[in-house]
Nanobody
């Protein structure tokens, strides 16, 4: 069992930045950030490969500290559409085509952290 704890959510103005963090209790093969709509950013622990949803490409950056089992999501140029609950997820499944990863591939989930973008 891997426990995940998110932090860093809050309120931010349109065009601003916010950094989310997730602390895991152990190693998994893949970690990622999701919102209610689905996957936003995924990173594979073994080789650091990343995948981003089109809606966040160029604005969000996912990074991982494999020694500390932490996962961050740097959110830049946020828009009102970025508002919502963000979940950190982890699992042992990986796919050659990262775009085919889905929520069902992640066994462990955090409680979520709220992000509100206001104009």
């Amino acid at each position: 069992q891997v426990h995940l704890a998110e932090s860093g959510g809050g309120s931010v103005q349109v065009g601003g930045s916010l950094r989310l963090s997730c602390e895991a209790s152990g190693y998994t093969a893949a970690v990622g950030w999701f919102n209610q709509a689905g996957a936003l950013a995924i990173i594979y622990t073994s080789d650091g490969r990343t995948w981003y949803h089109d809606s966040v490409k160029g604005r969000f950056t996912v990074s991982q500290d494999k020694q500390k089992f932490t996962l961050d999501l740097q959110m830049n140029m946020v828009t009102p559409e970025d508002s919502g609950t963000y979940y950190c997820a982890a699992g042992f499944t990986t796919r050659h085509n990262m775009a085919r990863m889905s929520a069902s591939d992640f066994e462990f989930w955090g409680q979520g952290t709220q992000v509100t973008v206001s104009s």
